[in-house]
């Protein structure tokens, strides 16, 4: 009998590879020395030829530094450290950072004026509702259950209102006869 558990079958998961600043400098440095040298095989391209000796320059200037900050180990440290931030650490360091809630802020970039305005509108009321439950003496858990019904009637209305303020224009249907 077969053991399914046993599977054979392989998936090829490259490795990313990531340039350090060093190597990113050092093939900047390459570019603009073989486009140099490019250019400096044809006559009548002095004029070219400095503006790209001046780049040349530069990027040997960039790339000194980046050997210089490569030898430094504590500057290493410190990148790999912003590198871990930057990537699979971003959502370790940013919840730890956090002191009153456990989850990020909502994503609000896709909303217009408009929305944004009646989002702020609703958290206002939503912050009178649970004043006013705390003054009757409601317990936390029924403000939390209400709350939660508003909300989703909130939403329900806005979805409702949005299909009917449509133009007409967005109805497939509109203009066929």
Request: net charge positive; proline share 3%; hydrophobic share 30%.
């Amino acid at each position: 009998m077969e053991d399914v558990s046993d599977d054979d079958t392989f998936t090829f998961i490259p490795a990313q590879v990531r340039l350090t600043p060093y190597d990113r400098r050092l093939r900047e440095l390459r570019i603009w020395e073989e486009r140099y040298d490019e250019l400096a095989k044809h006559p009548n391209n002095e004029r070219r030829l400095a503006g790209l000796g001046y780049k040349v320059r530069e990027a040997k200037k960039r790339f000194e530094e980046e050997k210089r900050r490569d030898a430094d180990d504590g500057w290493r440290q410190r990148r790999n450290v912003d590198v871990w931030r930057a990537g699979e650490g971003r959502e370790i360091r940013n919840a730890s950072r956090r002191k009153v809630r456990s989850k990020p802020n909502e994503d609000l970039s896709h909303l217009t004026a408009e929305q944004k305005k009646a989002r702020a509108r609703g958290q206002r009321a939503d912050a009178n509702f649970i004043k006013r439950r705390t003054r009757e003496g409601m317990s936390e858990a029924d403000i939390e259950v209400a709350l939660e019904l508003r909300r989703r009637e909130r939403i329900a209305k806005l979805a409702t209102k949005s299909l009917v303020d449509r133009p007409l224009a967005d109805n497939p249907g509109y203009g066929m006869f």
